[in-house]
T-cell receptor
C-alpha cells in the first residue's frame, strides 16, 4: 500500500510558465516532506523540504505548499526553465524516524522551450 | 569534496547468484542508507548503517545484507538473486541519522537478473 502517491506520471509545461507537481500521503505520522529532482544516470538531488509545522516554504523559483488536513503537498516552479526537465520525487519522513525516506513514484516534468 | 560514488555502474547476474554492490560516501559521513528503485517506482528503503552497525531496515528479506567500513565505504550484498531484484540500487550518505542531516545520493548501480 503506497503511503506517498504522485498520481501524475508526467507533466509538460511551456518555458516561463508555472509547473505544479502534486503529492498525496496517507500516513498522519509523517512530519517532514522533501522534494528530490533526478536527471538520467544521476542520483536524486535534494531540492526543497517542509516541516509539518509549516504550510509553505520558498527557495528561489521553488515553493512547496503543505495542506495537512488534506494530506497533500505541491511543488511550484516559477518560472519553469528547460533545465528543470527531470523526474521529481516527493518523499516523506516519519516522526522520530532514523531518516529513512518514503518516496512516491515520481513525476516526469518536461519544460518545452 | 567528492560526491557519493557507486560501483559498478551496471551489472548482469543470473538468478541464484550472489552480488556485491559498493558505495563510497562523502568524507565524514558516518551514515549510509541503501534504496532499491524498481522500474517505474520510487526508491524503496532497504536499510541504514550508522558507524558500521545496522541502524534500521525496511521490508526486505535477510538475503539483503550490508557492511559499512571505517573509510566511509559500504557494501550491499544480495544472495540467491531473484528476477524481481532487477532494479537501480542507490546509496545515500549523510553526516548523521535523521533530521536535520541531508542525504546525498550516488548515481546508482543498475542490476539486471536474468
Amino acid at each position: 500500500d503506497q503511503q506517498v502517491k504522485q498520481n501524475s506520471p508526467s507533466l509538460s509545461v511551456q518555458e516561463g510558465r508555472i509547473s505544479i507537481l502534486n503529492c498525496d500521503y496517507t500516513n498522519s505520522m509523517f512530519d517532514y516532506f522533501l522534494w528530490y529532482k533526478k536527471y538520467p544516470a544521476e542520483g536524486p538531488t535534494f531540492l526543497i523540504s517542509i516541516s509539518s509545522i509549516k504550510d509553505k516554504n520558498e527557495d528561489g523559483r521553488f515553493t512547496v505548499f503543505l495542506n495537512k488536513s488534506a494530506k497533500h503537498l505541491s511543488l511550484h516552479i516559477v518560472p519553469s526553465q528547460p533545465g528543470d526537465s527531470a523526474v521529481y520525487f516527493c518523499a516523506a519522513m516519519g516522526r522520530g524516524s532514523q531518516g529513512n525516506l518514503i518516496f512516491g513514484k515520481g513525476t516526469k516534468l518536461s519544460v518545452k522551450p | 569534496e567528492t560526491g557519493v560514488t557507486q560501483s559498478p555502474t551496471h551489472l548482469i547476474k543470473t538468478r541464484g547468484q550472489q552480488v556485491t554492490l559498493r558505495c563510497s560516501s562523502q568524507s565524514g559521513h558516518n551514515t549510509v542508507s541503501w534504496y532499491q528503485q524498481a522500474l517505474g517506482q520510487g526508491p524503496q528503503f532497504i536499510f541504514q548503517y550508522y558507524r558500521e552497525e545496522e541502524n534500521g531496515r525496511g521490508n526486505f528479506p535477510p538475503r539483503f545484507s550490508g557492511l559499512q567500513f571505517p573509510n566511509y565505504s559500504s557494501e550491499l550484498n544480495v544472495n540467491a538473486l531473484e528476477l524481481d531484484d532487477s532494479a537501480l540500487y542507490l546509496c545515500a550518505s549523510s553526516l548523521g541519522v535523521g533530521l536535520p542531516y541531508e542525504q546525498y545520493f550516488g548515481p546508482g548501480t543498475r542490476l539486471t537478473v536474468t
